[in-house]
Each structure stands twice: as structure tokens, then as C-alpha cells.
């Protein structure tokens, strides 16, 4: 079974401090994403990528960075924490070309930005 | 711009009954799939659907897609406390995943 893990279930952070999210997969999968989740909102499209070093803006970028040196790990750096981010961040792998997207979730890390 | 419309928004129903949920387009779907998603969890893959008017089961479960590929059911039969959670749709639109805000069901004991 794949597995995807993510380095906090929950995280508490002060405004303005930078934040590293931490997502690992294990079946060797080309491509990782990282969303985050609201009430209302529905998930929504941070950054992803589709190999080591490359990376490509989803549809709420701006706030965010993230960094893939290895296959199996995809970081996502909140540069200065903000209120307004304080979310359910979600990562997830897949297998294959961008369309071949059956996609596998971490458990998601609950970050509260005070 | 919402792509895809799930309803109803939320869903409470007693243990026993059958429910169904849906996911519309006014595009024609890629593909389709259905995720659930627990409380404090990710979502997990239940079932992807292709071809219109495929017909998919999952035990209780039950996942239609349209013959015009635009929309999607799922019906639960004898719904259990075990199913209740977030259920999301995504499409492939533009090489980036699409999902729905999805249907929060809650089945009472």
C-alpha cells in the first residue's frame, strides 16, 4: 500500500515565524501536491510537482514556497506564518503522467497560526 | 469559478436508511473519481469511473457516472455509522486535480 506521511498532525505557530511542512511518500511516485483544506472552500491547490527539483504554482501560491530535493519528499515553507493561513494542509502523491491522477493524502497537519 | 456542484451540502441520516449524494459538471469529465474522507484524516480512493454509464460497486456502495459523462452518483445502501465522513469528487482539468466541495454525510446510530 502506498504510504504518505506528513511530519505533524498538528502544529502551532506564532504570526510571522517561517514553517516547514513535511510530506514523505514511499512507492517511488513522480508526482507530490500539497493543498490546503477550509470549511467552504473545499481543497485547494497550493504547489506540486512532477519531479525532483521542478516545481509549478497551483492555484494559491502566494504565501507559500516549497522545495522537492528527493523523489520521496515534498516541503512545503510557509516563508511568514500568517493568521489567514491557518489551515488543514494535505499532501499527496501520484503515479505517472499528470493526467494518470489517482491521487493518495497524508493524514494532513493542522496548523494554527496565532 | 466552482467546476464541479456536489449535493446536498450535508447529509444526517439514521443507520439503515439509503442516501444518495451527487457531483455535476457542466464540462464533460475526464475521469471521475470519489474520495471519503474521515474526520482528521486524508481522503482516501474509493472508486475512479471512466466510461459514461459505468456502473461501479464498492459492497454498499454504489458509483454511477452519466452516459453524457457530466455527472456522477453515489448511493449508499443501509448506511452505517462507519460511513459517515466527507464525500469528495475530483476531475483532471488542465493536468491539475479538481475536487469538489463535497457532501458531508453523518450517519446517527
Known amino acids: 500500500d502506498v504510504k504518505v506521511t506528513q511530519s505533524s498532525r498538528y502544529l502551532v505557530k506564532r504570526t510571522g515565524e517561517k514553517v516547514f511542512l513535511e510530506c514523505v511518500q514511499d512507492m517511488d511516485h513522480e508526482n507530490m501536491f500539497w493543498y490546503r483544506q477550509d470549511p467552504g472552500l473545499g481543497l485547494r491547490l497550493i504547489y506540486f510537482?512532477?519531479?525532483?527539483?521542478?516545481?509549478e504554482k497551483g492555484d494559491i501560491p502566494e504565501g507559500y514556497s516549497v522545495s522537492r530535493e528527493k523523489k520521496e519528499r515534498f516541503s512545503l515553507i510557509l516563508e511568514s506564518a500568517s493568521t489567514n493561513q491557518t489551515s488543514m494542509y494535505l499532501c499527496a502523491s501520484s503515479f505517472g503522467e499528470m493526467s494518470s491522477y489517482e491521487q493518495y493524502f497524508g493524514p494532513g497537519t493542522r496548523l494554527t497560526v496565532t | 469559478t466552482q467546476l464541479l456542484e456536489q449535493s446536498p451540502q450535508f447529509l444526517s441520516i439514521q443507520e439503515g436508511e439509503n442516501l444518495t449524494v451527487y457531483c455535476n459538471s457542466s464540462?464533460?469529465?475526464?475521469?471521475l473519481q470519489w474520495y471519503r474522507q474521515e474526520p482528521g484524516e486524508g481522503p482516501v480512493l474509493l472508486v475512479t469511473v471512466v466510461t459514461g454509464g459505468e456502473v461501479k460497486k464498492l459492497k454498499r456502495l454504489t458509483f454511477q457516472f452519466g452516459d453524457a459523462r457530466k455527472d456522477s452518483s453515489l448511493h449508499i445502501t443501509a448506511a452505517q455509522p462507519g460511513d459517515t465522513g466527507l464525500y469528495l469528487c475530483a476531475d483532471d482539468r488542465d493536468d491539475k486535480i479538481i475536487f469538489g466541495k463535497g457532501t458531508r454525510l453523518h450517519i446517527l446510530p
Open positions: 510537482s512532477y519531479d525532483v527539483k521542478m516545481k
Open positions: 464540462s464533460v469529465f475526464s475521469s
